[in-house]
């Protein structure tokens, strides 16, 4: 059964610092793998997708690497903000399901 | 404008009732998911469909049930029969049921009283 796990579980940062979010997967057989953001109350936002074939995806401040080999992925966010504070998401993708972790709660101070 | 939509967006049940969470969708999508979600925790699979009129358990399925009558619409009744319904619920779409982005709602937090 695939088991996915987030740490830390939560970050608290000074505005500016880079910082990393750590994926891991029990299972290496996946499709894809999935971030997203969720905000208070609110549902997902979708914010990079890699798929099994690719090693990392870029939008913008954020880069996400995937290494299947070794069942991790790591999502990369530049220049931190304010506007960043939120939960991150991870989830694996196998075949037409996804399974997630318990995300991440950053907090980037001002 | 498109996307999914999920209402209501609070529900508030009695114990003994069944309610129905809306999950409208105008992407085209083929693909519907519901998701539950427990404070600290990751999202936990309920049921999906890939494809208008078939739908497939998930991990947590016991006391729910879904229809799939039109291809934008994937309504979930929480029954009696669940022992724990209160959550949060997040509804999904993708293009199609094979290894595609999913799109999800804004959620609707059911509470039993």
């Known amino acids: 059964k695939q088991e996915v796990t987030q740490i830390p579980a939560a970050l608290s940062v000074p505005e500016g610092e880079n910082l990393v979010l750590n994926c891991s997967f029990t299972?290496?057989?996946?499709?894809?793998l999935q971030w997203f953001r969720q905000d208070p109350g609110k549902g997902l936002t979708s914010l990079l997708l890699i798929q099994s074939s690719q090693r990392e995806q870029t939008s913008g401040r954020l880069n996400a690497s995937l290494d299947k080999s070794s069942g991790r992925s790591t999502l990369y966010i530049a220049a931190s903000q304010p506007g960043d504070s939120a939960t991150y998401l991870c989830a694996v993708g196998n075949g037409n399901k996804l399974v997630f972790g318990a995300g991440t709660i950053l907090r980037v101070k001002s | 404008d498109g996307g999914i939509t999920q209402s209501p967006k609070y529900l508030f049940r009695k114990e003994g009732q069944n309610v129905t969470l809306s999950c409208e969708q105008n992407?085209?999508?083929?693909?519907m998911y519901w998701y539950r979600q427990d404070p600290g925790q990751g999202l936990r699979l309920i049921y999906y469909s890939q494809i208008v009129n078939d739908f497939q358990k998930g991990d947590i399925a016991e006391g729910y049930s879904v229809s799939r009558e039109k291809k934008e619409s994937f309504p979930l009744t929480v029954t009696s029969a669940q022992k724990n319904p209160t959550a949060f619920y997040l509804c999904?779409?993708?293009?199609?049921?094979?290894?595609?982005?999913?799109?999800f709602g804004p959620g609707t937090r059911l509470t039993v009283l």
């Open positions: 299972d290496s057989a996946i499709y894809n």
């Open positions: 999904a779409s993708s293009i199609n049921g094979n290894q595609n982005e999913q799109f």
């Open positions: 992407l085209n999508h083929d693909a």
